[in-house]
């Protein structure tokens, strides 16, 4: 036989009905008395109705507590009126129990003060009826009856709110986590399509302004159309290899042995600046300080600004620029000056998402990035990033 889930209705109707098989058990054996306040054994039967009601009363212990402890009170009172039974006495402990582990906290409070005011009453009249210290013992009963249970059920009740408030904890633990994790993949998602952007569109600009010069111009030279050709085709090189290192990575232990890609840093900005110049630009490079190794994050930031301030002198320049890196003592200073075309070659392409990447990356390193007209319809793009940010 299986017992119904616990905490419903089911269940506690099972309880109650084993108390009063219980209860009326005791009474039909005769071990029932308790005090014999007055009930004569062959009245007996008026011990049934008190026992009843308490077992009623432990059918309402979970939907009203309330409830259950004054019907279990009045029973158990009228009980010990009629000479007090075992059996009532024994499921008035268990109304007591529930009503301090489902009833509203101060339920449980106020049944410990009235225990602890019966039992000090109780022991005080046997004191003053027996005339002796011995009638103290009187008050042992009621302890038994009364504080036992409150104390139990109060442990109970403890037990399992602490049980609850872990449980909230171990929840709000995991939906932080989550929240984290949320916060990680877009984050992963920002950092890849920047990464993806600054790798792609210097090369697939030289691209389209090299295949747009020889769509507009007319009667171009077989050597002019083979040197666009050859542009084409060293940054389409270039791109796919900057893309194929990007998909190693995003493999991770799957890649190939040997095949650990090459993070680019500023040690590589004469490589960018003769890539730019083979485009079309003319570029002006200028290195102050000593160079020296720097952060990975630092060295690949900086090299992507410079990538990237390229680019947009590409297309939107009128084919010069400078470029200036610093190695000063605590950060890296990159300076990229280059003339606006009104309109540019190529303005058509800007979606603003280069300029929003350079300052992502300098803000992300604790640096600064300027970036906006200056003096003379140029375009300045300067960054200072720190040699010491992790």
């Known amino acids: 036989m299986r017992l119904p889930p616990r905490g419903s209705i089911g269940r506690d109707l099972v309880l109650a009905a084993v108390a009063l098989a219980g209860g009326t058990l005791i009474i039909a054996s005769g071990a029932y008395k308790t005090i014999g306040l007055g009930a004569a054994d062959e009245a007996n039967w008026l011990l049934y109705p008190p026992m009843v009601a308490a077992s009623g009363a432990v059918a309402l212990r979970r939907r009203q507590p309330l409830v259950s402890l004054a019907i279990g009170t009045v029973a158990v009172t009228v009980d010990l009126a009629l000479g007090g039974s075992l059996g009532t006495l024994l499921i008035y402990t268990q109304v007591l129990y529930d009503a301090c582990v489902f009833g509203p906290q101060r339920l449980w409070r106020r049944a410990l003060e009235v225990a602890i005011a019966v039992v000090v009453a109780t022991s005080v009249i046997g004191v003053v009826v027996s005339g002796e210290v011995r009638g103290l013992a009187l008050g042992i009963p009621a302890v038994l009856v009364l504080i036992l249970p409150i104390l139990t059920g109060l442990s109970v009740r403890q037990y399992r709110d602490q049980a609850a408030l872990e449980r909230s904890r171990a929840e709000q633990t995991a939906r932080v986590a989550e929240l984290d994790r949320r916060q990680a993949v877009v984050a992963e998602r920002t950092r890849m399509a920047r990464e993806l952007h600054d790798m792609v569109a210097n090369h697939l600009s030289v691209?389209?302004?090299?295949?747009?010069?020889?769509?507009?111009?007319?009667?171009?030279?077989?050597?002019?159309?083979?040197?666009?050709?050859?542009?084409?085709?060293?940054?389409?090189?270039?791109?796919?290899?900057?893309?194929?290192?990007?998909?190693?990575?995003?493999?991770?232990?799957?890649?190939?042995?040997?095949?650990?890609?090459?993070?680019?840093?500023?040690g590589e900005v004469e490589r960018l600046v003769s890539g730019a110049r083979s485009a079309g630009l003319a570029v002006e490079l200028t290195t102050t300080g000593?160079?020296?190794?720097?952060?990975?994050?630092?060295?690949?930031?900086?090299?992507?600004?410079?990538?990237?301030?390229?680019?947009?002198?590409?297309?939107?320049?009128t084919g010069t620029a400078s470029v200036t890196v610093d190695y000063g003592a605590e950060e890296v200073r990159l300076t990229v000056h280059n003339p606006v075309a009104s309109p540019g070659p190529l303005d058509h392409l800007g979606a603003g998402a280069g300029l929003i990447g350079m300052r992502e990356r300098a803000a992300l390193l604790r640096g600064r990035l300027d970036a906006g007209p200056a003096t003379g319809a140029r375009w300045r793009v300067h960054a200072a990033l720190p040699v010491d940010a992790a």
């Open 290 to 317: 000593e160079p020296r190794a720097l952060p990975v994050g630092v060295d690949l930031a900086g090299y992507r600004i410079v990538q990237e301030s390229l680019t947009n002198a590409l297309k939107h320049g």
């Open 207 to 266: 691209v389209a302004i090299h295949a747009t010069a020889a769509l507009s111009v007319p009667n171009l030279s077989a050597a002019q159309v083979q040197e666009s050709l050859r542009v084409i085709r060293e940054n389409s090189v270039q791109g796919l290899g900057e893309m194929r290192q990007m998909i190693d990575v995003l493999r991770g232990p799957e890649a190939e042995p040997g095949d650990d890609p090459v993070t680019p840093g500023l």
